[in-house]
């Protein structure tokens, strides 16, 4: 069975380098969002990074530049007595979700979902009535 084990072998290397790679290009593609708490919003926000304003379990409302590059801010109500109202979470890995997804009514129209750090972007409209994006 030399052969067989030589042969999984040189697969698993294979696998691994792709799998590399892979993690590489996603890694460059999505950049993790930088998660700041502050007391107020500050006149320029940096990019790939959401300010949330407030003290824990009180946080008020998040902002971050619009992920598609357009550099509009986006402001988000985090009250829940206020509507439309998004909430964050952060996990144990100390990254962060908003839910529901944000879906800009003006301007560029971008729709996404950020989950873990990590912006996802939703399709067009056309999706939207899809059970994946009801959910949110
Ligand atoms: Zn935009």
Same mark, same amino acid.
């Given at each position: 069975m030399k052969w067989f084990v030589s042969i999984a072998e040189s697969v698993r290397r294979r696998v691994d380098r792709l799998r590399r790679r892979l993690t590489a290009r996603v890694r460059r593609a999505a950049p993790r969002l930088r998660y700041e708490r502050v007391d107020e919003f500050p006149d320029r926000l940096k990019p790939v990074t959401l300010y949330v304003a407030g003290e824990e379990p009180h946080v008020w409302a998040a902002a971050m530049l619009c992920?598609?590059?357009?550099g509009d801010v986006i402001e988000l109500n985090l009250?829940?007595?206020?509507?439309p109202c998004w909430s964050v979470r952060q996990h144990r890995d100390s990254t962060v979700s908003l839910t529901p997804s944000v879906w800009r009514?003006?301007?560029?129209?971008s729709h996404f979902i950020l989950r873990n750090s990590r912006i996802e972007w939703c399709r067009s409209? /056309? /999706?939207?009535?899809s059970r994946r994006l009801r959910r949110h």
């Open positions: 992920p598609c590059g357009c009250l829940e007595q206020a509507s009514t003006k301007g560029c129209r409209r /056309d /999706d939207y009535s």
